[in-house]
């Protein structure tokens, strides 16, 4: 097999995005029930809709019959990552200062292993967040390597 299916699946999809100027943010491959999926997550400034989607489906499922990396049945979907968008890669922690988010750590610190806030700075290597702890704002800096996960979080205010 060699390499992963999401990996594949990347080198595969990644022209056709480049093609309609999108951007690839995540790619899972998971058993549901008795069921595979496979889902594409893309997006683009302003967000994509679903025609967008549509055409990337479209194009990638051409190019996934001649070139499957897949053994199994599966469903293909894909979407827009919408408002709780993950934050995979450096550039996205640059593109989303100022927006607020949710990280889990690998291990924890300062005694959480999960933090919601302000994402305020990062310099490729710390992640700077402003946290509310009861009523006052707390400013935290936390090692990219310890982030297991982030994602933009959904604040009603």
Known sequence: MGKKVTEQT????QPILDEMKL???DIEFEKEGKNWFL?????K??????????????QLSEKLDQDDP?????????SSPGAERPLKKPQDFHDHIGNT?????YEPMEGAKTFEGKLIRF??????????IKTRK????????????ARLAVTFN
């Open 10 to 13: 990347a080198e595969i999809v």
């Open 23 to 25: 951007e690839l943010v």
């Open 39 to 43: 889902r594409v997550f893309i997006d």
């Open 45 to 58: 400034p302003g967000g994509v809709d679903i025609e967008e989607c549509g055409q990337v489906s479209e």
């Open 70 to 78: 897949v053994t199994v049945p599966y469903y293909l979907e894909v």
């Open 101 to 105: 988010i949710f990280v889990s750590l």
């Open 123 to 132: 310099n490729g290597e710390t992640v700077a967040m402003e946290i509310m």
């Open 138 to 149: 707390k400013e935290i800096e936390i090692p990219y390597q310890k982030i297991a996960k």
